[in-house]
Nanobody, 123 residues
Framework: QVQLVESGGGFVQTGGYLKLSCTAS????????MAWFRQAPGMKREFVAT????????YYADSVKGRFTISRDNDKNTMSMQMNSLTPKETAVYYC????????????????WGKGTQVNVSS
């Protein structure tokens, strides 16, 4: 069974940082475009960042540019995202996805999703 499992969420104060990880089991992800999304309470799931198969190309939502960094290690079948200077508005469940494609800098159509990891940013 193919699974994506997110980890690294938690509680931080405004201005703090966290590093999320997404680990895959059951299949190699080195041929997959991958991405991070987040969903705040009462809001739609929104795109955060995406990374190409080799990791050489990345795109970010405008709201996180310069603060978040997405990366991947295909040998370890993992993807990560360093999140700096967090704000309370970024309190959300963060999801990783694989198997989609990038169009105009945004990720679409992932066929694999994790169950998410909760990030809480207090003021």
């Amino acid at each position: 069974q193919v699974q994506l499992v997110e980890s690294g969420g938690g509680f931080v104060q405004t201005g703090g940082y966290l590093k999320l990880s997404c680990t895959a089991s059951g299949r190699t992800l080195r041929r997959d475009v991958m991405a991070w999304f987040r969903q705040a309470p009462g809001m739609k799931r929104e795109f955060v960042a995406t990374i190409s198969m080799t990791g050489t190309t990345t795109y970010y939502a405008d709201s996180v540019k310069g603060r978040f960094t997405i990366s991947r290690d295909n040998d370890k079948n993992t993807m990560s995202m360093q999140m700096n200077s967090l704000t309370p508005k970024e309190t959300a469940v963060y999801y990783c996805s694989a198997g989609g494609y990038i169009n105009n800098g945004i990720y679409y159509g992932g066929d694999l999703w994790g169950k998410g990891t909760q990030v809480n940013v207090s003021s």
